[in-house]
Nanobody
Framework: QVHLVESGGGLVQAGDSLRLSCLYS????????MGWFRQAPGKERQFVAAIGGSGSRRFYEDSVEGRITISRDNAKNMVYLDVSSLNADDTALYYCAAGLAASYSREYMYSAETSYPFWGQGTQVTVSS
């Protein structure tokens, strides 16, 4: 049974940086792509970033690229999301998700929620100005 637990969220100031962490349990971590999604108040959940099983392939939503870095440590079953220059638009519930495979044949699959059958409960990030 795959289980995901996010941590690292909280109340931060605009301009700050933070690291979100996600602990994976359930085996075969390096055989799964991992993704981060977020849901702002009153909005639909959206893709933020994804990383393949080996960590060599990374994908980002266009609006956050340059400010956000996704990484993973397969020895620790951890995936991370580093966010810099936080602004009010980053206020959201951030979800970690585990995919069905280490890699996908089409790039769009990394950003599709349907590619991720396993989800954490989320960690809240609130940015104050």
């Amino acid at each position: 049974q795959v289980h995901l637990v996010e941590s690292g969220g909280g109340l931060v100031q605009a301009g700050d940086s933070l690291r979100l962490s996600c602990l994976y349990s359930g085996g075969s971590f390096n055989y799964r792509s991992m993704g981060w999604f977020r849901q702002a108040p009153g909005k639909e959940r959206q893709f933020v970033a994804a990383i393949g099983g080996s960590g060599s392939r990374r994908f980002y939503e266009d609006s956050v690229e340059g400010r956000i870095t996704i990484s993973r440590d397969n020895a620790k079953n951890m995936v991370y999301l580093d966010v810099s220059s936080l602004n009010a638009d980053d206020t959201a519930l951030y979800y970690c998700a585990a995919g069905l495979a280490a890699s996908y044949s089409r790039e769009y699959m990394y950003s599709a929620e349907t590619s991720y059958p396993f989800w954490g409960q989320g960690t809240q990030v609130t940015v104050s100005s």
